[in-house]
């Protein structure tokens, strides 16, 4: 019979308790306890000395009993409502890979953790979990989470669909401000008929680009020239670009001058997809991804992106969150956050680059929020 500890001889090794943290520092129970909690009034040496000795002796607190005792799990449920439909995984998506890891650290660095839920569950799956709050990032439009949670009186964190509603806290970007901005200044560097390419799913950010974009085509005098695409994902996306450069009417001097690539995804595949259709990139066609993917600097030519600071969503959305969390406080709460545009040679017909453009009055979430 093995020795080890997966063998059933070994005698279990027994479990430091704050009493012997203690006996090793030579410091009362009381004094200890409020030295690795972080209260008390005690000098920086004593607080020290404690922890010390807890490190010292692999201490480590009793986590259930100290929940039970505060009559909470700490524990907040994550659902991403745009992949409700589709069969892609949301975490081969840079920017929702950065909102949940932001969103992850933002919690953990305020004592909370993270519980992954699937997209399409119900209160069946999550009503026995002691979750005391809920974030569904880019819900559908009347997402049946969204509901669910608010009627179990679960706090909230979501995009600007559920302003005013008690327990609720949205962050969004300004979808208006950041599509004009990128049209704009696609305008200013020559192009007359701006395509743009969105995601196919109806969610409250891409209808609000559409929107935009067609309203700037009317104040412009310019065709619309919207696609969308079949599913999430580089292949749907590839796909949308060389379906709208290729079909009829899409030649030099009459399709378009520049392309706005809304829906995520790698930008030297897209690069390479407007290349096959026989465009380069910025003599016939200037170039613009939404993107939190690093590669677009790196490209040739670097590629223009707009980012939706998935980073400043998550934190702010997590403030909001912890403030109602601490305070108990029913009281609906929202904030925008700033987009950014960083401007490269993809877009650019010999004007400065390398240009940051934040948006410091901006919205959040991903307008999308």
Not at 219 to 225: A, D, K, V, Y
Not at 245 to 265: I, Q
Request: charged share 25%; net charge neutral.
């Amino acid at each position: 019979m093995s020795d080890t500890p997966y063998g059933g001889d070994a005698a279990a090794t027994p479990r430091i308790r704050l009493v012997d943290v203690a006996r090793e520092a030579g410091l009362s129970k009381t004094t200890v306890s409020a030295a690795l909690n972080g209260t008390g009034r005690m000098s920086d040496t004593v607080r020290e000395r404690a922890r010390e000795a807890a490190r010292r002796l692999g201490y480590r607190p009793n986590a259930t009993a100290r929940l039970l005792r505060a009559g909470h799990a700490r524990l907040i449920g994550y659902a991403v409502g745009e992949y409700a439909r589709d069969r892609g995984s949301y975490m081969d998506s840079p920017y929702f890979a950065r909102l949940t890891s932001a969103t992850a650290t933002a919690a953990l660095q305020r004592g909370y953790a993270l519980v992954l839920l699937p997209a399409r569950c119900g209160p069946e799956e999550w009503a026995d979990l002691p979750l005391d709050a809920a974030i569904v990032a880019d819900p559908l439009d009347d997402d049946p989470l969204v509901e669910d949670f608010i009627a179990a009186r679960v706090p909230l964190f979501t995009d600007r669909s559920v302003e005013g509603r008690p327990g609720t806290h949205w962050v969004d970007v300004d979808a208006d401000r950041a599509v004009r901005e990128v049209l704009d200044h696609l305008r200013d560097q020559g192009a007359r008929r701006p395509a743009v390419v969105l995601p196919g799913t109806d969610i409250r950010f891409h209808l609000a680009v559409a929107e935009t974009y067609r309203r700037w085509c009317g104040e412009h005098g310019s065709t619309p020239r919207l696609v969308r695409t079949d599913g999430p994902g580089d292949g749907p996306v590839v796909a949308a670009v060389e379906g709208l450069l290729t079909t009829a009417g899409s030649g030099h001097g009459s399709g378009p001058d520049a392309l706005f690539v809304l829906a995520e995804a790698s930008p030297p595949l897209v690069l390479d997809a407007i290349r096959r259709a026989g465009f380069g990139v910025p003599d016939d066609l200037l170039l613009v991804c939404a993107s939190e993917d690093g590669a677009a600097a790196h490209t040739h030519p670097p590629v223009t992106t707009l980012s939706l600071q998935p980073a400043l969503v998550a934190e702010k959305g997590i403030e909001l969150l912890m403030a109602a969390l601490e305070t108990g406080s029913r009281e609906p709460t929202g904030a925008l956050v700033p987009t950014r545009l960083e401007v490269r040679a993809s877009s650019s017909r010999g004007a400065a680059l390398g240009r940051a453009a934040p948006r410091a009055d901006g919205p959040s979430g991903r307008g999308r929020r």
